[in-house]
């Protein structure tokens, strides 16, 4: 038989594995008694476990949520996977940076040499842009808040002052449908069905002020686009299209597929003869498409649309006059 210590690790270790288990089942894992099974189930409740007995004809236990947090058993894959996420949130702008880091230390404290050492191979670093603003942060309280809402299909009621309020009069607060929580470029945001512009909306996390209590619950309305993530590229490229660009245009560049592809990240290249090739590019505006196209050091001739070619013509122009200026 175990000693006591290393049979009450063993069954924490079985009643986190499953909801629920009969006595009989725990006893022949542990290759105890039922008798043997019922006194370590108490001493586990002495350390502070919530543990629950199960009616029944064979009884059983489960361990329930507790009021407080007691002492946790993760395997050696648990344990990194943690310590990696708290690496993450460490960098994540959702106000939670300091917390992270301290439990990361906690965590990191009680690991075995063999997974300390897998986890500090591992650094996640947060780079800034040079002369970048630092992005806002958002009040973990804020994130739990929203995500309440979403989970629990409730009509959410918030502030939303712009930017430029100086603290005058707050518009009136916006009442939403919650549906995803989503971050983008290092920010967080909320998508949304407004109820009074009636229309998806995205909302800037960090600028949220929610109000309670959350209004009634709601049969969630389909996304546009496909799903999120869809939905959300859609939007910060200025479409309502399933994530396409509002504006794409097509053109002939004196250039090997080869070497164009390696800087093309969103578009089709192919080879259109010896060093010349064919892009397909989307953009938020003519003007950037062609700006975009012009950064290739070669011939360009626009295949079409007459936008994108009259795109070339104005940058044309500005670029003369930047050019003649003295």
Known sequence: MQKTSARLLALLSLLQMRRDWPGALLAERLEVSPRT??????????????????????????LDAGSELPPLLFDDEQAV????????????????????????????????????????????????????????????????????????????????PSEADDGGALPPPRRVEPHHLVTWGGRWYLVAWDLDRADWRTFRADRIRPRTPTGPRFTPRELPGGGVA??????????????????????????????????????????????????????????????ALGRFDADIEVVGPAELRDAFAQLARRYTAAASSS
């Open 81 to 160: 996977a943690l310590a990696i996420a708290l690496q993450i949130a460490a960098t994540a702008g959702a106000g939670i940076e300091e917390a992270a880091a301290r439990a990361l230390t906690t965590v990191r404290q009680v690991m075995p040499a063999r997974l300390r050492h897998r986890i500090d191979t591992l650094q996640v670093t947060a780079v800034e842009r040079a002369g970048a603003r630092p992005e806002p942060q958002v009040a973990g309280g804020v994130l739990v808040a929203l995500s309440a809402a979403v989970h629990a299909r409730e009509v959410l009621r918030f502030d939303y």
């Open 37 to 62: 099974v019922r006194r370590d189930v108490d001493r586990l409740r002495d350390l502070g476990y919530p543990i629950a007995a199960i009616k029944g004809p064979d009884g059983g236990y489960r």
């Open 230 to 291: 869809a939905f959300v590229t859609a939007r910060f490229r200025g479409s309502d299209a399933a994530g396409d660009w509002p504006c794409r245009g097509e053109v002939i560049l004196a250039l090997p597929a080869a070497v164009v592809s390696r800087y093309v990240r969103d578009g089709l290249v192919e080879e259109a003869g010896p060093d010349r090739c064919r892009i397909v590019m989307g953009s938020w505006s003519w003007l950037g498409l062609a700006a």
